[in-house]
């Protein structure tokens, strides 16, 4: 009897321990084409969010040696939001990159039953899908308020007009300056000064996890003497407010959209907690909104327009301090 109490529960144990075991992936018939334009690399970042959102991976031309990350971590491609999503959701943003052949989006997809705030970008490579990489907020990260970000953009619904209009093609900036201006937003960030700023439209706001985090019109409870969130793009870069921003490192530019003035970063921004007191350009001096080490992985999309940065918008997570890519950012 012993024995077979003992051997009943050295099985049951073992089951409970065994990990899941997906389905294969399955590679799909269809195959990228040879040239593959515009309308093309469209067409394989919708089917690849179809994919998504029907758990379905083998629906994709995938590579061999796919490479497939979630929040900065290797994963199979079944893994994560791939076997957790329920459903496509209404906010669609994309920045298409022939030249590079890579796709980007930033918009929601439903996971059990609810909306999460998402970046992806993919990658081709002769005629598969060589790289699928994502950035994905759930519940009240970043922002300027606790809210779920998906459910703040699927509220929204619709991008802003400027991300979406096509710029006349005599217009239209090169890559390099595109990706110039871009990493000068970076540049004059991390350990701000206030004394230079990166080259900023009037117009300029910026969207963070679904929430606006510039020219907010309302000043926060506890901040009366100074709430940066006030302040237009350059007035942020320019008050000396984001010197406790130690760090923006391993910033890549993977997709950029010239027909629509469009740059898809990605990056790390690290915070020490040991820059406890910022002196601001007006004279003023307030407490560091972090007093501990913090890291951010954000993925963030700059329009472009007559040189200066125009709209921002970004999708961030809170990791582990000094995180960084193993697969992205390898030498």
């Given at each position: 009897?012993?024995?077979?109490?003992?051997a009943?529960?050295?099985?049951?144990?073992?089951?409970?321990?065994?990990?899941?075991?997906?389905?294969?992936?399955?590679p799909?018939?269809?195959?990228?084409?040879?040239?593959?334009?515009?309308?093309?690399?469209?067409?394989?970042?919708?089917?690849?969010?179809?994919?998504?959102?029907t758990?379905?991976?083998?629906?994709l031309?995938?590579?061999?040696?796919?490479?497939?990350?979630?929040?900065?971590?290797?994963?199979?491609?079944?893994?994560?939001?791939?076997?957790?999503?329920?459903?496509?959701?209404?906010?669609?943003?994309?920045?298409?990159?022939?030249e590079s052949?890579?796709?980007?989006?930033?918009?929601?997809?439903?996971?059990?039953?609810?909306?999460?705030y998402?970046a992806?970008?993919?990658?081709i490579?002769?005629?598969?899908i060589?790289?699928?990489?994502?950035?994905?907020?759930?519940?009240?990260?970043?922002?300027?308020?606790?809210?779920?970000?998906?459910?703040?953009?699927?509220?929204?619904?619709?991008?802003?007009?400027?991300?979406t209009?096509?710029?006349?093609?005599?217009?239209?900036?090169?890559?390099?300056?595109?990706?110039?201006?871009?990493?000068?937003?970076?540049?004059n960030?991390?350990?701000?000064?206030?004394?230079?700023?990166?080259?900023?439209?009037?117009?300029?706001?910026?969207?963070?996890?679904?929430?606006?985090?510039?020219?907010?019109?309302?000043?926060?409870?506890?901040?009366?003497?100074?709430?940066?969130?006030?302040?237009g793009?350059?007035?942020?870069?320019r008050?000396?407010?984001?010197?406790?921003?130690?760090?923006?490192?391993?910033?890549?530019?993977?997709?950029?959209?010239?027909?629509?003035?469009?740059?898809?970063?990605?990056?790390?921004?690290?915070?020490?907690?040991?820059v406890?007191?910022?002196?601001?350009?007006?004279?003023?001096?307030?407490?560091?909104?972090?007093r501990?080490?913090?890291?951010?992985?954000?993925?963030e999309?700059?329009?472009?327009?007559?040189?200066?940065?125009?709209?921002?918008?970004?999708?961030?997570?809170?990791?582990?301090?000094?995180?960084?890519?193993d697969?992205?950012?390898?030498?």
């Open positions: 009897m012993r024995s077979f109490l003992a009943t529960i050295i099985a049951s144990a073992t089951l409970q321990a065994a990990p899941a075991v997906a389905a294969p992936v399955n799909s018939s269809w195959s990228v084409p040879v040239t593959c334009d515009r309308a093309c690399l469209e067409s394989v970042l919708d089917r690849t969010l179809d994919a998504m959102a758990n379905d991976a083998g629906k031309p995938l590579a061999n040696n796919v490479l497939v990350t979630e929040n900065g971590v290797e994963r199979p491609i079944w893994d994560g939001l791939w076997q957790t999503a329920t459903g496509r959701g209404r906010y669609r943003l994309t920045a298409i990159d022939p052949g890579q796709a980007g989006f930033i918009g929601t997809m439903m996971e059990d039953g609810r909306p999460v998402m992806l970008r993919i990658a490579r002769e005629q598969k060589a790289e699928i990489e994502s950035v994905i907020a759930r519940g009240g990260t970043g922002g300027a308020s606790g809210m779920n970000p998906g459910q703040r953009m699927e509220e929204r619904a619709t991008p802003r007009p400027q991300l209009r096509t710029v006349p093609a005599r217009e239209r900036m090169g890559r390099e300056d595109l990706t110039r201006i871009a990493d000068s937003y970076f540049a960030l991390q350990g701000s000064t206030g004394k230079t700023s990166a080259p900023f439209a009037k117009t300029c706001n910026r969207l963070e996890n679904g929430g606006q985090t510039t020219n907010t019109g309302v000043v926060r409870p506890g901040r009366e003497k100074f709430d940066a969130l006030l302040l793009c350059e007035g942020q870069q008050s000396g407010f984001y010197a406790f921003v130690t760090g923006i490192r391993d910033r890549r530019y993977p997709i950029v959209d010239r027909e629509r003035g469009l740059v898809l970063s990605f990056s790390f921004w690290d915070h020490t907690g040991a406890r007191d910022l002196a601001l350009t007006n004279g003023l001096t307030v407490p560091s909104p972090f501990a080490p913090l890291t951010f992985q954000i993925a999309l700059f329009q472009i327009d007559e040189g200066k940065i125009d709209q921002v918008e970004a999708v961030l997570n809170t990791v582990p301090y000094g995180m960084r890519s697969v992205w950012d390898r030498p």
